[in-house]
């Protein structure tokens, strides 16, 4: 297996890298800083630095797997691209509504138990959108004969 197999996988490790970063942060770091910081205040204002963070991170894996995906050399099954395209797009957009249109709401207290609801609604949903890509590209990886032609 040589160099061209290696880099067919990086849009399966690069959707791993993202969902698996949504889910650290979110089910794990967070509520682990609302359990041990002495104030909500200083864990919400901890969060909302990860959050802004974990966007930047989130929208760079979307974009870079939808470059892979017109790639000749990175891109999947043709199969598959339509379907993670869109939630590419939408994992980053979540992002982007999140942290621009949401997240300004909760810092400033504004309505927080809406706003706060809508933006974790939000998360969860870019959650999906990760995850299914990581699916989707798994799965052609297993139904391809050599298991990397992703």
Known sequence: MGAPGKLRSFPLWLAAAWAM?????????VP?????????????????????????????????LLM???SEKL??????????????LAGA??????????SPHIVARDNLALWHGLGSAM????????????GKLANAACASPT???V
Do not use: H
């Not at 957009?93 to 949401?102: C, P």
């Open 75 to 88: 891109a999947p099954s043709a199969r598959v691209i339509p379907f993670c395209t869109l939630l590419a």
């Open 123 to 134: 998360y969860f949903a870019q959650w999906v959108c990760a995850l299914l890509v990581f």
């Open 32 to 64: 682990m800083l609302f359990a041990n910081l002495p104030t909500p205040a200083i864990a919400g204002g901890m969060a909302a630095k990860l959050f802004k963070t974990q966007t930047g991170i989130s929208v760079v894996c979307a974009l870079v």
């Open 21 to 29: 970063s949504l889910t650290t942060l979110g089910f794990f770091v």
């Open 68 to 70: 892979t995906f017109r």
């Open 147 to 149: 298991g990397l032609d």
């Open 93 to 102: 957009l979540l992002a982007l509504l999140v942290e621009f249109g949401v």
